[in-house]
């Protein structure tokens, strides 16, 4: 149990377009959705940290309202990078969480190419 | 300001011995520890979780080891087997924080398991 499926994995598009990713918990309920962003060789950063039904609470140093992000239910929060440039080329990987404190399951990531 | 370290960015072992990797925090508030394996191009995986009340927590070939006064945990994998060469990070959160969902993690660890 506890998968999270995350799409697409891999995404190539022109600077100043949107892209937009998607975060579903399949066989859970996830209270709290959070988005990362991983540069090579590097930690997961925490980007956003978001609650169904609310506003995303964004971490210092990123800018909402370039990374959209929306938690329309249970099991679904998309992340869409608005007016993409080559500096917004990562890894992206989004993770789900049942309830506060409990672990964290993670999508299997997407590579966001910025050509 | 990283909280939680994990200063050994690569290790190797041989197969069917015991893998170590380390981990050291700063935050004495820090109350629960994951630890997660990667693998390229892939989101992290959930292995092994500790709080502060157990100072051991054993699954199967996966150990961690928490010494809340040194602000340390460790992972042993024994024994070492290929499919285990990834990269591993550890992670904490402060549950008394609003936000205790969130974890801050390290910066991983490479492990290669050698035949």
């Known amino acids: 149990g506890a998968v999270v499926s995350q799409h697409p994995s891999w995404v190539i598009c022109k600077s100043g377009t949107s892209v937009k990713i998607e975060c579903r918990s399949l066989?859970?309920?996830?209270?709290?959705m959070f988005w990362y962003r991983q540069f090579p060789k590097q930690s997961l950063m925490l980007m956003a940290t978001?609650?169904?039904?609310?506003?995303?609470?964004?971490e210092q140093g990123v800018e909402k309202d370039k990374f959209l992000i929306n938690h329309a239910s249970l099991t679904l929060s998309t992340l869409t990078v608005t007016s993409a440039h080559p500096e917004d080329s990562s890894f992206y990987i989004c993770?789900?969480?049942?309830?506060?404190?409990?672990?964290?399951?993670f999508g299997n990531g997407t590579r966001l190419t910025v050509t | 300001d990283q909280q939680v370290k994990q200063n050994s960015p690569s290790l190797s072992v041989q197969e069917g011995r015991i893998s170590i990797l380390n981990c050291d925090y700063t935050?004495?508030?820090?109350?629960?520890f994951l630890w997660y394996k990667k693998y390229p191009a892939e989101g992290p995986t959930f292995l092994i979780s500790?709080?502060?009340?157990?100072d051991k927590n054993e699954d199967g070939r996966f150990t961690v080891f928490l010494n809340k006064s040194a602000k340390h945990l460790s992972l042993h994998i024994v024994p070492s087997q290929p499919g285990d060469s990834a990269v591993y990070f550890c992670?904490?959160?402060?549950?008394?924080?609003?936000?205790?969902?969130?974890?801050?993690f390290g910066a991983g660890t490479q492990v290669v398991v050698t035949p």
């Open positions: 993770s789900a969480q049942r309830q506060g404190g409990s672990p964290l399951h």
């Open positions: 500790i709080s502060s009340i157990k």
């Open positions: 935050n004495s508030m820090f109350d629960y």
């Open positions: 978001s609650n169904e039904g609310s506003k995303a609470t964004y």
């Open positions: 066989d859970f309920q996830a209270t709290t």
């Open positions: 992670a904490a959160s402060d549950p008394t924080t609003d936000s205790w969902g969130k974890f801050q």
